[in-house]
């Protein structure tokens, strides 16, 4: 029946032959891998586009060879001309589900979806590929899962037994060969459809198959084979003549090989011979090479040992080292040093001239060291004019060889260092004295021509007072016109009136000369002193450098946060060195030196710590690279904060003891101008980026603190001036000095002082200088309590003391010429209380204007309410009051003009 099967098959087209797959598996199997075996193919195109055009794919299901357990995989392959490419590979465990769209020809695309989101679709050629790859889907699925995905739109109970028929088949077949699995492979056995069943019929007939049954088949077809195996002994039996005659000549082509091979056997023999004679002429030939071979190295090395054995100079004649011959010897150690290397590692160093070579050699180099040593102490002892340049040129020529000597012979070395240290410690103890002793006498100078700053100075006995009446009106001019402005922004008034570039801070001409003469005396010592520092920067800088590069002292560094333990040791060690050497040398020096600047300069002048604060802790000269010098400014600048820390204190002191001007005007006390100077001085100097700027901000508020306590005393003690005068000048000027300064320190305390100004004008203004219509401002503050307690204002006016002729009989006593007078004699009292310098008469007569306008415009509105039709009016207009504060302004303005 297996035969049979299989020839119904063969005749049906359904052979691997006609399958259509050419090499496609081949070729499928290099891009899947060699490992996985193919079990179902079909071509396929992507759903939805023309299949002509569209890109083709291959939906291949395999099973992995490797593994015990089967294991399968869904891999899908696109197909580019010829090339093929893996565009998705898939488990057949995640096969969820299957949908066959329909079970019959009238779709031809399916859809494989798997772990229920990815999904493949596509379309096959005919139904018939599509159901068969279905079939073995099944079949694949139903052997290696437990439960099988879901199949839609399919009839499952036709693949349960498709699956049947295909393993029957399989059990029938064996170990058949494996043409019959190919054709299952490919095809998976189904049932024939009504059109394959006529077709086989048809077939069968014209065939003349009348077989009925297998059997009856197999025992024709036995009969059949016997009857051959006869007609096969049949025609050996006739070619028997043929096969005699086959023998004999074979038997002649057999003599004829054994004549053939004993002529190969004597030719052998002549090539053994030949090829001993060949190779006892090679053996000769080598033996000769390796003579002129060894020959022509033995010559080389000879050379060699020639080059090395001749110098160009007589190591006899260098018994002396001066610096004339300093290059030659430098030259000379150099070549004596590498010629005795070389040849301690020759093949030839074992010969007498290379032992004599070496030998003269070493004993040239052994007297280098002392020579060195006696020709630099000899220099060493030279003055050279006291300046360390000269000595650094003069050793910087001996830099190779020291650095030669410092590994040939390092006792020596240590005896040639210790020289130069004491050597140049001497001439930097002359060098230093000298510098500092001359800067010192200039500094001491000027104790003799004044004591130097301070706040509690004597003042002058020249008063502001004193300035011209020209000047005064000069201040003024101008100044009355713009009082309607003034009215109309009381800010203007009460805020800033100008930057304090424009207050006048010269006092007499007596003392701006003396501060003119101290700012110029601190800017001489503010030089003198950047001229230190610039003379002891490079200084060590210069040291520093030397000792690098001509004895390989290490720079001092800053240690890094990141280093390792080893690397913080090894760093301050060299550290601990270097400045041990460089103290020796200079820093102990200038260190004593530059103390005893600092003490004298503050002895002439305190105000001088200033100056050294600000250049130590800045300095503009180059220290960012030297930590050493960076370490040295800071002792330094710790000696300087303490003395200005004292300076701070000593002013604070002489605040307190400020005495108030012996002039008429009290005008801005001796302590406020200095706080101004010192301020702007300081400003001028300092960096508002600089790091210490903190312990300046500290002075800063510390003195303006002593300087408020000082106003406010001195407001009480002097008796020529109301209180509120000193306190608002003085509090005005300060207050418009920290605004230009814009000192954010200060901020907190210009506040204060802007509301002390304000506070102490309105109370000068509002007390002190009285009101020209008093009696009219007593009236109308009845008349405002009596409309505070509850009264209509109509009825005001039927109260005895607030009645129409009452008021009538009062603004009878203030006609505009009594107002006049009465104004006339404020402004005159507020000229002689208020100092030019300050410029604030305008500001306190406007203040004064606005503050009686604001009366005025307050009362007219109250006769209006409480005194309605009754025709009464004041004696005087408001722009008559305006007009009286203008024209007190008019001489000045022509005086001016």
């Known amino acids: 029946s297996h035969y049979f099967i299989q020839s119904n098959l063969r005749l049906l087209g359904m052979t691997s032959k006609n399958t259509g797959r050419g090499k496609t598996p081949h070729t499928i199997t290099s891009v899947i891998g060699e490992n996985e075996k193919i079990e179902e193919i079909v071509g396929v195109t992507k759903i939805g586009k023309d299949k002509t055009k569209a890109k083709k794919y291959f939906i291949v299901i395999t099973r992995l060879k490797s593994s015990p357990d089967p294991r399968y995989s869904v891999f899908c392959i696109s197909q580019n001309k010829d090339v093929l490419r893996l565009k998705k590979k898939f488990s057949l465990n995640d096969l969820s589900s299957v949908d066959f769209m329909a079970d019959n020809d009238s779709r031809l695309d399916f859809l494989l979806i798997f772990n229920e989101v990815k999904v493949l679709h596509f379309i096959t050629d005919t139904y018939e590929r599509k159901r068969k790859f279905l079939i073995s889907l099944f079949r694949t699925c139903k052997s290696i899962k437990a439960v099988l995905p879901i199949f839609k739109n399919v009839n499952t109970q036709m693949l349960e037994e498709t699956v049947f028929l295909s393993a029957t088949l399989k059990d029938l077949e064996g170990d058949q060969p494996s043409s019959l699995e190919n054709v299952e ?82 030719y052998s023999e002549i090539l053994t011979q030949e090829e001993s004679r060949i190779l006892n002429i090679s053996d000769m030939s080598s033996n000769q090479s390796m003579r002129v071979t060894n020959n022509k190295k033995l010559l080389q090395k000879t050379q060699e040992l020639v080059e090395l054995l001749s110098i160009p100079f007589n190591l006899g004649d260098l018994d002396t080292l001066n610096d004339y011959n300093l290059e030659s010897f430098s030259n000379a150690v150099e070549i004596a040093q590498s010629k005795v290397r070389i040849l301690s590692n020759h093949e030839l160093k074992d010969m007498q001239c290379a032992q004599d070579f070496i030998e003269n050699c070493q004993n040239f180099l052994a007297t280098v060291p002392d020579l060195l040593l006696s020709e630099l102490s000899d220099k060493f002892r030279k003055d050279w004019q006291g300046k360390h340049r000269a000595r650094h040129i003069n050793v910087a020529r001996f830099k190779s060889l020291l650095n030669w000597c410092k590994e040939f012979s390092p006792v020596v070395y240590i005896s040639i260092f210790n020289s130069y240290e004491e ?119 210069d040291e520093e450098d030397h000792l690098n590069e001509v004895f390989g002292v290490p720079y001092m560094v800053d240690i890094p946060a990141n280093a390792t333990d080893e690397e913080v040791r090894q760093l301050k060690d060299d550290n601990t060195t270097t400045n041990n050497i460089l103290v020796k040398l200079l820093g102990a020096k200038l260190t004593e030196e530059l103390k005893q600047l600092i003490e004298a300069s503050y002895k002439v002048d305190q105000y001088y710590s200033l100056y050294m604060y600000l250049r130590l802790g800045k300095p503009s000269h180059n220290q960012e690279g030297s930590v050493f010098l960076k370490r040295f400014y800071s002792s330094s600048l710790i000696i300087v904060k303490r003395q200005f820390d004292q300076f701070i204190k000593n002013q604070v002191t002489q605040i307190g003891e400020t005495k108030p001007h012996k002039s008429k005007k009290c005008g801005i006390l001796h302590c406020v101008h200095k706080y101004d100077h010192f301020v702007r001085d300081t400003e001028r100097l300092f960096d508002r980026k600089l790091e210490r700027r903190t312990e300046i901000e500290k002075g800063y508020v510390q003195l303006l603190e002593a300087v408020f306590v000082a106003i406010d005393r001195i407001a009480k003690e002097q008796q020529k001036v109301p209180s509120e005068v000193v306190l608002f000048e003085n509090y005005h000027h300060l207050g418009e000095l920290m605004k230009a300064m814009r000192l954010t320190c200060l901020s907190d305390l210009q506040k204060k002082a802007t509301q002390l100004y304000e506070s102490n004008l309105n109370e000068y203004v509002t007390v002190k200088l009285g009101n020209p219509i008093m009696k009219i401002s007593t009236f109308f503050a009845g008349v405002k309590q009596s409309l505070t307690s509850a009264m209509r204002p109509e009825e005001v006016g039927f109260q005895i003391n607030y009645s ?91 005086t001016k003009g």
């Not at 002793?437 to 509690?456: E, H, P, V, Y």
């Not at 404020?826 to 503050?851: D, M, P, Q, R, W």
């Open 804 to 894: 129409r002729n009452v008021l009538k009989g009062i603004i009878k006593q203030y006609p505009l010429k009594d107002v006049r007078k009465s104004i006339e004699n404020v402004l005159n009292k507020i000229e002689k209380h208020v100092c030019e310098e300050e410029g604030l008469f305008e500001v306190v007569s406007a203040t004064y204007l606005h503050n009686i306008m604001t009366q005025i415009t307050e009362y007219q509105d109250l006769l209006k309410k409480c005194y309605p039709d009754s025709g009464i009016t004041f004696e005087f207009k408001a722009d008559e009051i305006t007009h009286i504060f203008e024209s007190r302004g008019k001489p000045h303005q022509k």
């Open 185 to 266: 492979h490919e095809y998976k056995l189904k049932y024939l459809t009504k059109e394959e069943e006529i077709d086989l019929e048809e077939v069968c007939m014209n065939c003349k198959w009348e077989i009925e049954s297998a059997e009856e088949f197999i025992a024709k077809q036995t009969m059949e084979l016997s009857g051959l195996d006869k007609a096969n002994i049949h025609s050996i039996m006739n070619v028997e003549d043929e096969i005699i005659k086959l023998f004999e000549t074979m038997d002649k082509a057999i003599e004829k090989l054994d004549q053939l091979d004993n002529s190969l056997q004597m």
């Open 423 to 541: 050597s140049i410690q001497k001439c930097y103890s002359k060098e230093i004295s000298n510098y500092f002793k001359d800067k010192i006498g200039t500094i001491q100078k000027r104790s003799n021509l004044d004591k130097g700053f301070s706040f509690a100075g004597k003042q002058t006995t020249t008063s502001m007072a004193d300035v011209s009446a020209t000047q005064k009106s000069t201040n003024r001019s101008g100044s009355m016109t713009s009082i309607k402005e003034s009215l109309g922004s009381m800010s203007n008034i009460k805020g800033s009136l100008g930057s304090v570039d424009s207050v006048n801070v010269k006092g007499s001409e007596d003392s701006m000369t003396t501060y003119q003469n101290q700012k110029e005396q601190n800017s001489k010592f503010d030089n003198l002193f950047c001229k230190v520092l610039d003379f002891i920067t490079p200084l060590v800088i």
